[in-house]
């Protein structure tokens, strides 16, 4: 069974779009969470959504999980609650609903608080024309979410981009002179570099 998808006039297109584009990013992060070197704490920082966040995986495998919702307005002084370091840190399609003056801050603080931590993000909103009868077609018109045309050049250089993957998800259905929306998501393992 695929995530909840409330959007309203949503066709089976874009509900298993949305399901892929869910277990895309659980197995994302479930392949990222074997390479943690210890599995006590695993911390995820999203806001709202958690059906692409493979909690139950988790719960299973570290011995403590928590979840923290992030106001896209403000960051917390800590990404980690209290004074512990996370074995891993997921930031879960989050830097994008930040405000832009905040997302570097964001990306830099990733691994203050952790040995091993995933980004996720939407990295390109691409706009789509209604098709009668077919898939939407891309108009052209297209920005970048994250202040850049990849995530990996938003990687500052003290860390190291363990592993990466990317897929498209077709977000929005276009429906006649309404648009619709495809992104660009892209996923990100790092680690301090010169840590194994």
Same mark, same amino acid.
């Given at each position: 069974?695929?995530?909840?998808?409330?959007?309203?006039?949503?066709?089976?297109?874009?509900?298993?779009?949305?399901?892929?584009?869910?277990?895309?990013?659980?197995?994302?992060i479930m392949n990222a969470a074997v390479? %943690?070197?210890?599995?006590?704490?695993?911390?995820?920082?999203?806001?709202?959504?958690?059906?692409?966040?493979?909690?139950?995986?988790?719960?299973? $495998?570290?011995?403590?999980?928590?979840?923290?919702?992030?106001? %896209?307005?403000?960051?917390?002084?800590?990404?980690?609650?209290?004074?512990?370091?996370?074995?891993?840190?997921?930031?879960?399609?989050?830097?994008?609903?930040?405000?832009? $003056?905040?997302?570097? %801050?964001?990306?830099?603080?990733?691994?203050?608080?952790?040995?091993?931590?995933?980004? @996720?993000?939407?990295? @390109?909103?691409?706009? @789509?024309?209604y098709v009668p009868g077919g898939s939407d077609r891309e108009t052209?018109?297209?920005?970048?979410?994250? $202040? $850049?045309?990849?995530?990996?050049?938003?990687?500052?250089?003290?860390?190291?981009?363990?592993?990466?993957?990317?897929?498209?998800?077709?977000?929005?259905?276009?429906?006649?002179?309404?648009?619709? %929306?495809?992104?660009?998501?892209?996923?990100?393992?790092?680690?301090?570099?010169?840590?194994?």
């Amino acid at each position: 069974m695929g995530p909840e998808v409330s959007e309203p006039n949503v066709d089976r297109e874009y509900r298993e779009g949305r399901w892929a584009h869910a277990e895309r990013s659980k197995a994302y992060i479930m392949n990222a969470a074997v390479r %943690a070197q210890k599995h006590r704490l695993a911390v995820l920082l999203c806001a709202g959504k958690r059906d692409d966040l493979p909690l139950a995986d988790l719960a299973k $495998g570290f011995e403590r999980v928590v979840v923290v919702d992030i106001n %896209a307005q403000e960051l917390p002084p800590r990404l980690v609650p209290g004074e512990a370091r996370a074995d891993l840190l997921v930031s879960a399609m989050l830097l994008a609903h930040l405000d832009p $003056g905040l997302q570097q %801050a964001h990306i830099d603080a990733l691994l203050n608080q952790a040995d091993l931590a995933v980004l @996720t993000s939407e990295v @390109t909103h691409h706009v @789509t024309a209604y098709v009668p009868g077919g898939s939407d077609r891309e108009t052209g018109e297209s920005w970048s979410l994250i $202040g $850049g045309s990849t995530l990996e050049k938003r990687i500052p250089a003290s860390m190291e981009i363990a592993g990466s993957n990317s897929w498209s998800w077709p977000r929005i259905r276009a429906q006649g002179r309404k648009p619709g %929306a495809r992104l660009d998501v892209t996923a990100l393992s790092l680690r301090q570099r010169g840590s194994s």
